[in-house]
Protein backbone atom coordinates (compact mmCIF):
# COMPACT_ATOMS: atom_id res chain seq x y z
CA UNK A 1 0.00 0.00 0.00
CA UNK A 2 1.63 3.38 -1.62
CA UNK A 3 1.39 6.55 0.73
CA UNK A 4 -1.83 7.92 -1.46
CA UNK A 5 -3.69 4.82 -0.66
CA UNK A 6 -2.87 5.33 3.15
CA UNK A 7 -4.21 9.34 3.07
CA UNK A 8 -7.03 7.69 1.26
CA UNK A 9 -8.04 5.31 3.69
CA UNK A 10 -7.61 8.25 6.23
CA UNK A 11 -9.99 10.26 4.36
CA UNK A 12 -12.72 8.12 4.14
CA UNK A 13 -12.28 7.13 7.81
CA UNK A 14 -12.84 10.89 8.79
CA UNK A 15 -15.53 11.05 6.26
CA UNK A 16 -17.40 8.08 7.75
CA UNK A 17 -16.43 9.36 11.67
CA UNK A 18 -18.35 12.33 10.43
CA UNK A 19 -20.89 10.85 9.38
CA UNK A 20 -21.69 8.72 12.66
CA UNK A 21 -21.26 12.37 14.73
CA UNK A 22 -24.08 14.00 12.72
CA UNK A 23 -25.63 10.57 12.86
CA UNK A 24 -25.38 10.65 16.90
CA UNK A 25 -26.25 14.68 17.19
CA UNK A 26 -29.59 14.16 15.17
CA UNK A 27 -30.54 11.30 17.08
CA UNK A 28 -29.25 12.92 20.34
CA UNK A 29 -31.81 16.14 19.49
CA UNK A 30 -35.00 14.35 18.70
CA UNK A 31 -34.43 12.14 22.20
CA UNK A 32 -33.33 15.06 23.99
CA UNK A 33 -36.13 17.14 22.76
CA UNK A 34 -39.08 14.69 23.03
CA UNK A 35 -38.90 14.56 26.55
CA UNK A 36 -38.08 18.66 27.01
CA UNK A 37 -41.20 20.27 29.20
CA UNK A 38 -42.15 23.47 27.22
CA UNK A 39 -43.83 26.41 28.04
CA UNK A 40 -47.19 26.16 28.48
CA UNK A 41 -49.40 27.53 25.69
CA UNK A 42 -52.77 28.60 27.74
CA UNK A 43 -52.60 32.44 28.54
CA UNK A 44 -56.41 33.28 28.75
CA UNK A 45 -56.46 32.97 32.76
CA UNK A 46 -57.69 35.06 34.97
CA UNK A 47 -54.49 37.66 35.87
CA UNK A 48 -52.63 36.75 39.16
CA UNK A 49 -53.08 38.67 42.06
CA UNK A 50 -49.32 39.40 42.47
CA UNK A 51 -46.79 41.87 41.38
CA UNK A 52 -43.69 41.80 38.70
CA UNK A 53 -40.97 43.96 37.92
CA UNK A 54 -38.99 43.09 34.94
CA UNK A 55 -35.69 44.04 34.71
CA UNK A 56 -33.50 44.92 31.65
CA UNK A 57 -29.48 44.92 32.19
CA UNK A 58 -28.30 47.40 29.20
CA UNK A 59 -24.76 48.37 28.30
CA UNK A 60 -24.35 49.99 24.74
CA UNK A 61 -27.05 48.33 23.52
CA UNK A 62 -28.71 50.76 21.31
CA UNK A 63 -28.85 48.46 18.23
CA UNK A 64 -31.28 46.49 20.83
CA UNK A 65 -32.83 48.46 23.45
CA UNK A 66 -35.69 49.85 21.39
CA UNK A 67 -37.35 46.43 19.75
CA UNK A 68 -36.73 44.56 23.50
CA UNK A 69 -38.65 47.31 25.31
CA UNK A 70 -41.21 48.02 22.76
CA UNK A 71 -41.98 43.92 22.92
CA UNK A 72 -42.34 44.20 26.88
CA UNK A 73 -44.42 47.18 27.10
CA UNK A 74 -46.16 45.69 24.36
CA UNK A 75 -46.94 42.44 26.60
CA UNK A 76 -50.54 41.47 27.49
CA UNK A 77 -50.14 42.00 31.43
CA UNK A 78 -49.48 39.48 33.23
CA UNK A 79 -50.72 40.49 36.92
CA UNK A 80 -52.66 42.65 38.82
CA UNK A 81 -49.14 44.73 39.50
CA UNK A 82 -45.90 45.32 37.04
CA UNK A 83 -43.46 47.28 36.16
CA UNK A 84 -40.27 47.44 34.26
CA UNK A 85 -36.90 48.86 34.94
CA UNK A 86 -33.90 49.68 32.13
CA UNK A 87 -30.68 49.40 34.38
CA UNK A 88 -28.43 51.27 32.82
CA UNK A 89 -24.38 50.18 33.04
CA UNK A 90 -22.87 53.31 32.32
CA UNK A 91 -23.52 53.12 28.18
CA UNK A 92 -21.66 55.21 25.85
CA UNK A 93 -23.61 55.22 23.21
CA UNK A 94 -27.33 56.40 22.82
CA UNK A 95 -28.67 53.51 25.32
CA UNK A 96 -30.30 55.73 27.42
CA UNK A 97 -31.74 58.60 25.16
CA UNK A 98 -33.61 55.60 23.02
CA UNK A 99 -34.77 53.40 26.26
CA UNK A 100 -36.25 57.11 27.51
CA UNK A 101 -37.74 57.79 24.08
CA UNK A 102 -39.06 54.21 23.81
CA UNK A 103 -40.94 54.27 27.32
CA UNK A 104 -42.27 58.03 26.83
CA UNK A 105 -44.10 56.36 23.66
CA UNK A 106 -45.76 53.80 25.34
CA UNK A 107 -46.86 56.10 28.99
CA UNK A 108 -50.30 55.52 29.41
CA UNK A 109 -52.70 53.79 31.60
CA UNK A 110 -53.02 51.02 29.55
CA UNK A 111 -49.08 49.71 29.89
CA UNK A 112 -46.62 49.37 32.80
CA UNK A 113 -45.17 52.14 34.12
CA UNK A 114 -41.35 51.74 33.23
CA UNK A 115 -37.97 53.86 33.77
CA UNK A 116 -34.36 54.06 33.42
CA UNK A 117 -31.74 53.80 36.20
CA UNK A 118 -28.04 54.60 36.28
CA UNK A 119 -26.33 51.30 37.74
CA UNK A 120 -23.36 54.50 38.68
CA UNK A 121 -19.72 53.55 38.52
CA UNK A 122 -18.84 50.05 39.91
CA UNK A 123 -17.02 50.11 43.32
CA UNK A 124 -13.41 50.22 43.40
CA UNK A 125 -11.67 47.25 44.59
CA UNK A 126 -14.37 45.03 44.14
CA UNK A 127 -15.10 42.07 41.28
CA UNK A 128 -17.70 43.01 39.13
CA UNK A 129 -18.47 41.89 35.70
CA UNK A 130 -20.86 41.37 33.13
CA UNK A 131 -24.59 42.92 33.88
CA UNK A 132 -24.19 41.42 37.73
CA UNK A 133 -23.87 45.43 39.04
CA UNK A 134 -26.64 46.33 36.96
CA UNK A 135 -28.70 43.77 38.27
CA UNK A 136 -27.72 44.21 42.19
CA UNK A 137 -27.97 48.13 41.36
CA UNK A 138 -31.98 47.37 39.70
CA UNK A 139 -32.54 45.28 43.07
CA UNK A 140 -32.12 48.15 45.50
CA UNK A 141 -35.38 49.24 43.93
CA UNK A 142 -37.41 46.04 43.29
CA UNK A 143 -40.26 45.25 45.77
CA UNK A 144 -42.47 43.18 43.83
CA UNK A 145 -42.96 39.07 44.44
CA UNK A 146 -41.52 38.21 41.62
CA UNK A 147 -38.66 39.54 39.07
CA UNK A 148 -37.98 39.03 35.76
CA UNK A 149 -34.35 39.61 34.28
CA UNK A 150 -34.36 39.63 30.62
CA UNK A 151 -31.20 40.91 28.32
CA UNK A 152 -31.93 43.58 25.94
CA UNK A 153 -30.87 41.44 22.81
CA UNK A 154 -34.12 39.23 23.44
CA UNK A 155 -37.76 40.38 21.49
CA UNK A 156 -40.77 38.62 23.78
CA UNK A 157 -44.10 37.20 22.30
CA UNK A 158 -47.30 39.20 23.72
CA UNK A 159 -48.36 36.93 25.88
CA UNK A 160 -44.52 35.59 27.04
CA UNK A 161 -44.31 36.88 30.00
CA UNK A 162 -47.57 36.08 31.23
CA UNK A 163 -47.64 32.28 30.43
CA UNK A 164 -43.98 32.41 32.06
CA UNK A 165 -45.73 33.78 35.59
CA UNK A 166 -49.01 31.63 35.52
CA UNK A 167 -46.88 28.48 35.19
CA UNK A 168 -43.83 29.73 37.63
CA UNK A 169 -47.01 30.31 40.01
CA UNK A 170 -48.37 26.99 38.86
CA UNK A 171 -45.52 24.51 39.68
CA UNK A 172 -44.44 26.54 42.46
CA UNK A 173 -40.78 27.69 41.39
CA UNK A 174 -38.38 29.62 42.73
CA UNK A 175 -36.40 30.52 39.59
CA UNK A 176 -38.25 30.03 36.62
CA UNK A 177 -36.15 30.03 33.37
CA UNK A 178 -36.52 29.95 29.64
CA UNK A 179 -34.96 28.46 26.94
CA UNK A 180 -34.97 31.03 23.91
CA UNK A 181 -34.55 30.20 20.21
CA UNK A 182 -31.51 31.32 18.71
CA UNK A 183 -32.60 33.66 15.53
CA UNK A 184 -29.99 35.15 13.33
CA UNK A 185 -28.83 38.45 11.46
CA UNK A 186 -25.56 38.65 10.09
CA UNK A 187 -23.53 36.17 7.79
CA UNK A 188 -21.36 35.58 11.13
CA UNK A 189 -24.38 34.34 12.84
CA UNK A 190 -26.31 32.21 9.71
CA UNK A 191 -22.46 30.33 9.69
CA UNK A 192 -22.05 29.64 13.64
CA UNK A 193 -25.03 29.94 15.43
CA UNK A 194 -27.06 27.03 14.10
CA UNK A 195 -24.30 24.75 15.16
CA UNK A 196 -23.92 25.93 18.38
CA UNK A 197 -27.54 25.63 18.75
CA UNK A 198 -27.10 21.91 17.98
CA UNK A 199 -24.33 21.33 20.33
CA UNK A 200 -26.07 23.17 23.39
CA UNK A 201 -29.07 21.60 22.61
CA UNK A 202 -27.43 18.05 22.49
CA UNK A 203 -26.25 18.68 25.88
CA UNK A 204 -28.91 20.10 27.31
CA UNK A 205 -29.23 18.94 30.72
CA UNK A 206 -33.17 19.98 30.87
CA UNK A 207 -33.92 16.75 32.46
CA UNK A 208 -31.60 16.98 35.61
CA UNK A 209 -32.04 20.48 35.90
CA UNK A 210 -35.30 19.97 36.48
CA UNK A 211 -35.11 17.12 38.48
CA UNK A 212 -35.15 18.34 42.30
CA UNK A 213 -32.94 14.95 43.54
CA UNK A 214 -30.30 15.65 40.51
CA UNK A 215 -27.44 18.26 41.56
CA UNK A 216 -27.49 19.46 37.80
CA UNK A 217 -28.79 22.97 37.69
CA UNK A 218 -28.80 24.78 34.21
CA UNK A 219 -30.95 28.06 33.36
CA UNK A 220 -31.07 30.52 30.55
CA UNK A 221 -29.82 34.25 31.04
CA UNK A 222 -31.88 35.51 28.43
CA UNK A 223 -34.94 34.70 30.77
CA UNK A 224 -34.33 34.52 34.00
CA UNK A 225 -37.73 34.90 36.37
CA UNK A 226 -37.28 34.92 40.05
CA UNK A 227 -39.55 34.58 43.13
CA UNK A 228 -37.90 37.82 44.83
CA UNK A 229 -37.49 36.32 48.54
CA UNK A 230 -36.02 32.87 46.97
CA UNK A 231 -33.32 35.55 44.90
CA UNK A 232 -32.85 37.28 47.89
CA UNK A 233 -32.06 34.25 49.80
CA UNK A 234 -29.33 33.09 47.61
CA UNK A 235 -28.12 36.56 47.77
CA UNK A 236 -28.80 37.39 44.29
CA UNK A 237 -26.19 39.01 42.06
CA UNK A 238 -24.33 40.91 44.67
CA UNK A 239 -23.16 37.13 45.77
CA UNK A 240 -22.10 36.22 42.29
CA UNK A 241 -20.35 39.52 41.04
CA UNK A 242 -17.01 37.71 39.92
CA UNK A 243 -18.92 35.21 37.94
CA UNK A 244 -18.97 35.47 34.21
CA UNK A 245 -21.44 32.99 33.09
CA UNK A 246 -23.88 34.13 35.97
CA UNK A 247 -26.82 32.81 34.84
CA UNK A 248 -25.53 29.24 35.66
CA UNK A 249 -23.85 29.97 39.32
CA UNK A 250 -27.84 31.59 40.31
CA UNK A 251 -29.06 28.19 39.41
CA UNK A 252 -26.88 26.21 40.98
CA UNK A 253 -27.52 28.43 43.94
CA UNK A 254 -31.18 27.81 44.09
CA UNK A 255 -30.90 24.27 43.69
CA UNK A 256 -28.12 23.96 46.74
CA UNK A 257 -30.57 26.29 48.76
CA UNK A 258 -33.11 24.08 48.33
CA UNK A 259 -35.25 25.71 46.06
CA UNK A 260 -37.10 25.06 43.21
CA UNK A 261 -35.57 25.48 39.86
CA UNK A 262 -37.73 24.90 36.75
CA UNK A 263 -36.20 25.55 32.92
CA UNK A 264 -38.25 24.60 30.29
CA UNK A 265 -38.59 25.48 26.71
CA UNK A 266 -39.77 28.85 25.33
CA UNK A 267 -38.96 28.46 22.02
CA UNK A 268 -42.08 30.40 19.97
CA UNK A 269 -42.06 33.38 23.34
CA UNK A 270 -38.53 33.83 23.47
CA UNK A 271 -36.24 34.98 20.71
CA UNK A 272 -32.60 35.73 21.09
CA UNK A 273 -30.20 37.46 19.22
CA UNK A 274 -26.74 37.65 20.51
CA UNK A 275 -24.71 39.52 17.82
CA UNK A 276 -24.33 42.23 15.10
CA UNK A 277 -21.37 40.97 13.64
CA UNK A 278 -18.57 38.63 13.57
CA UNK A 279 -16.06 40.56 15.95
CA UNK A 280 -19.24 40.24 18.51
CA UNK A 281 -19.20 36.56 18.01
CA UNK A 282 -15.87 36.14 17.95
CA UNK A 283 -15.58 38.06 21.35
CA UNK A 284 -19.04 36.41 23.19
CA UNK A 285 -18.67 32.59 22.20
CA UNK A 286 -14.25 33.02 23.05
CA UNK A 287 -15.12 34.49 26.51
CA UNK A 288 -18.02 31.89 27.42
CA UNK A 289 -16.37 28.48 25.31
CA UNK A 290 -13.98 27.06 27.81
CA UNK A 291 -16.34 27.95 30.72
CA UNK A 292 -19.00 26.47 29.39
CA UNK A 293 -17.31 24.00 29.10
CA UNK A 294 -16.35 23.44 33.03
CA UNK A 295 -13.05 25.17 32.66
CA UNK A 296 -11.31 22.10 30.61
CA UNK A 297 -8.92 22.40 28.31
CA UNK A 298 -9.46 18.87 27.43
CA UNK A 299 -13.10 19.23 26.72
CA UNK A 300 -12.93 22.37 25.07
CA UNK A 301 -9.84 22.04 22.20
CA UNK A 302 -11.77 18.15 22.12
CA UNK A 303 -14.81 19.79 21.26
CA UNK A 304 -13.89 21.88 18.93
CA UNK A 305 -12.24 19.55 17.37
CA UNK A 306 -15.08 17.58 16.95
CA UNK A 307 -16.81 20.29 15.54
CA UNK A 308 -14.62 20.62 12.74
CA UNK A 309 -14.38 16.93 12.41
CA UNK A 310 -18.35 17.05 11.51
CA UNK A 311 -18.79 20.11 9.89
CA UNK A 312 -15.63 21.64 8.30
CA UNK A 313 -13.79 18.19 6.83
CA UNK A 314 -16.50 17.23 4.70
CA UNK A 315 -16.69 19.96 2.54
CA UNK A 316 -12.79 20.03 2.36
CA UNK A 317 -12.70 15.54 1.48
CA UNK A 318 -15.17 16.30 -1.04
CA UNK A 319 -13.53 18.19 -3.40
CA UNK A 320 -10.36 16.78 -2.57
CA UNK A 321 -11.35 13.34 -3.70
CA UNK A 322 -13.08 14.03 -6.82
CA UNK A 323 -9.88 15.85 -7.76
CA UNK A 324 -7.49 12.75 -6.72
CA UNK A 325 -10.12 10.57 -8.42
CA UNK A 326 -9.51 12.54 -11.44
CA UNK A 327 -5.93 12.45 -11.01
CA UNK A 328 -5.24 8.53 -10.27
CA UNK A 329 -5.23 6.35 -12.36
CA UNK A 330 -5.27 3.45 -10.32
CA UNK A 331 -7.26 4.46 -7.20
CA UNK A 332 -10.21 6.27 -8.73
CA UNK A 333 -12.68 3.71 -6.96
CA UNK A 334 -11.30 4.74 -3.46
CA UNK A 335 -10.92 8.21 -3.76
CA UNK A 336 -14.77 8.18 -5.45
CA UNK A 337 -15.70 6.10 -2.20
CA UNK A 338 -14.08 9.16 -0.51
CA UNK A 339 -16.25 11.78 -1.97
CA UNK A 340 -19.50 9.49 -1.52
CA UNK A 341 -18.66 9.87 2.02
CA UNK A 342 -17.74 13.15 2.31
CA UNK A 343 -21.06 14.21 0.26
CA UNK A 344 -23.15 11.49 3.04
CA UNK A 345 -21.70 13.47 6.06
CA UNK A 346 -22.94 16.84 3.71
CA UNK A 347 -26.05 15.29 3.59
CA UNK A 348 -26.46 14.77 7.17
CA UNK A 349 -25.42 18.28 7.90
CA UNK A 350 -28.37 19.14 5.92
CA UNK A 351 -30.45 17.03 7.86
CA UNK A 352 -29.42 18.64 10.62
CA UNK A 353 -30.59 22.02 9.67
CA UNK A 354 -33.74 20.44 8.24
CA UNK A 355 -34.92 18.75 11.64
CA UNK A 356 -33.87 22.59 13.16
CA UNK A 357 -36.37 24.00 10.16
CA UNK A 358 -39.18 21.71 11.29
CA UNK A 359 -38.69 21.92 15.10
CA UNK A 360 -37.67 25.48 15.61
CA UNK A 361 -38.64 26.94 12.60
CA UNK A 362 -35.23 28.07 11.91
CA UNK A 363 -34.83 28.83 7.98
CA UNK A 364 -32.02 26.65 5.83
CA UNK A 365 -30.56 30.12 5.11
CA UNK A 366 -26.72 29.86 4.26
CA UNK A 367 -26.86 25.72 5.24
CA UNK A 368 -24.13 25.89 2.86
CA UNK A 369 -21.46 27.53 4.76
CA UNK A 370 -21.78 25.33 7.76
CA UNK A 371 -18.22 24.33 6.88
CA UNK A 372 -17.06 27.75 7.65
CA UNK A 373 -19.44 27.91 10.77
CA UNK A 374 -17.31 24.97 11.80
CA UNK A 375 -13.81 26.61 11.12
CA UNK A 376 -14.77 29.03 13.24
CA UNK A 377 -15.61 27.55 15.91
CA UNK A 378 -12.54 25.15 15.72
CA UNK A 379 -10.94 28.87 15.89
CA UNK A 380 -13.06 29.73 18.92
CA UNK A 381 -12.18 26.98 21.07
CA UNK A 382 -8.44 27.31 21.80
CA UNK A 383 -8.54 30.85 21.78
CA UNK A 384 -10.97 30.88 24.74
CA UNK A 385 -8.69 28.79 26.46
CA UNK A 386 -5.99 31.26 26.41
CA UNK A 387 -8.03 34.24 27.16
CA UNK A 388 -9.27 32.65 29.75
CA UNK A 389 -6.86 31.40 31.06
CA UNK A 390 -3.92 34.51 30.07
CA UNK A 391 -6.56 37.25 30.72
CA UNK A 392 -5.46 38.50 27.64
CA UNK A 393 -8.04 40.14 25.11
CA UNK A 394 -10.37 38.11 27.61
CA UNK A 395 -13.22 40.80 27.20
CA UNK A 396 -16.79 41.07 26.94
CA UNK A 397 -18.56 44.38 24.61
CA UNK A 398 -14.89 46.23 25.56
CA UNK A 399 -14.37 45.56 29.34
CA UNK A 400 -12.06 43.79 30.89
CA UNK A 401 -13.24 40.53 32.67
CA UNK A 402 -9.34 40.11 33.41
CA UNK A 403 -9.13 42.83 35.49
CA UNK A 404 -12.53 42.77 37.21
CA UNK A 405 -11.55 39.28 38.51
CA UNK A 406 -8.08 40.67 39.33
CA UNK A 407 -9.04 43.49 41.69
Given at each position: M???????L??GV??????????I?L??????????????H????????????????????????????????????????WD??V?????????????E?????????H?P?????????????????G?????????????????????????????????????????K??????????????????M???I????????????????????????AG?????RR???N?IG???A????V???????R?I????????????????N?Q?????????????????L?????I???????G??????????????????????????????????????????M???V???????????L??W???????????????????????G?????K???????Q??
Open positions: NLLQIVAVATALAASIGLSLLGLQRVFASAPTLWNSDQDITDTSLSVVIPAFNEANNIEGCLTHVLMSDKPCSQVLVDDQSSDNTVKIAQAIGSFADAHSAAVLQAGPRPKGERWVKNWGCSQAMELVKSEWVLFIDADVTLAPDAIRRALHQSIHEADLFSLAPRLTCGCLAEWVQPMASLLGLGFPILEANDPASTVAFAPFMLFDSYSGHRLAGEVEDLALARKEGGFRLRYVLGIDAVLMYANLQALWEGWSKNWFGLDRSSKSLGAGVVVLMFTLPWLLLPASLTMACLSSHDQILWLSDAGLGLVAILQLSRLWTRARFSVPRHWLMGIGGFIIGLIAPTSVWKSLTRGWTWGRSLAEAAR
